[in-house]
């Protein structure tokens, strides 16, 4: 009986919850494929400015609370089954970005398979100029950019910055604040810009 009470008092709040969840995620359907399950929470965004949805794809069963962006030139962002990424969260391609299943990224990361803008100070205003007074370009752009992959089981702490051109191994896990520049092997255990020890397994 009391567990009977305390489902007619949860449940309306409950199905409030999950509409408001699936009205809000209905804004996103023809800017992303959204797989099974998967929950795009207030808050987050999905920015596409190649208007193509199948350039990014987030798998089952995921939650996201940050923002996805690719680029009009280019760029796709693929994230696995069972995934996490937390508020203010940012995830920006312009090449390529892969994240596996089971993937936790906290709050405040940035994840950027690029440089955002040209080096050149006229191309990076001309650049400015079109996003300003249109939207991004869909070519005439030159910055660098290097694909980024996120293996299976990696843990990705709060307010860490990953950068173009890695990959991190199967099992990672990156510690609070941390640079990541540079390739990081399965298992490993990444404090501030270094690994400093390999997780033992549980046998």
């Known amino acids: 009986m009391k567990s009977f009470l305390s489902y007619l008092l949860i449940a309306p709040f409950e199905i409030t919850r999950r509409y408001r969840n699936w009205a809000y995620q209905k804004r996103f359907e023809n800017l992303a494929k959204i797989g099974a399950g998967t929950e795009l929470l207030e808050g987050s965004q999905i920015l596409n400015a190649q208007r193509i949805s199948s350039a990014i794809s987030i798998g089952e069963n995921s939650v996201l609370r940050g923002e996805l962006f690719v680029f009009g030139h280019g760029g796709e962002i693929r994230i696995g089954d069972w995934c996490y990424v937390g508020a203010n969260s940012r995830i920006w391609s312009s090449s390529s970005i892969q994240i596996g299943n089971r993937v936790l990224i906290a ?21 400015f100029v079109a ?13 660098a950019s290097a694909p980024i992959i996120i293996e299976d089981d990696v843990w990705i702490g709060f ?14 896990v990156i510690a609070a604040g941390s640079l990541v520049t540079d390739n990081i092997p399965p298992n490993s255990l990444f404090v501030g810009d270094k690994v400093i020890k390999t997780i033992n397994l549980k046998s």
């Open 159 to 172: 307010n860490v910055i990953v950068l173009k051109g890695v990959r991190i191994g199967k099992g990672s």
């Open 107 to 127: 709050h405040g990361v940035n994840i950027h398979d690029n440089n955002s803008h040209p080096i050149d100070a006229d191309d990076r205003h001309r650049h």
């Open 131 to 143: 996003i300003k007074t249109d939207r991004h370009p869909s070519s005439g752009l030159s910055f």
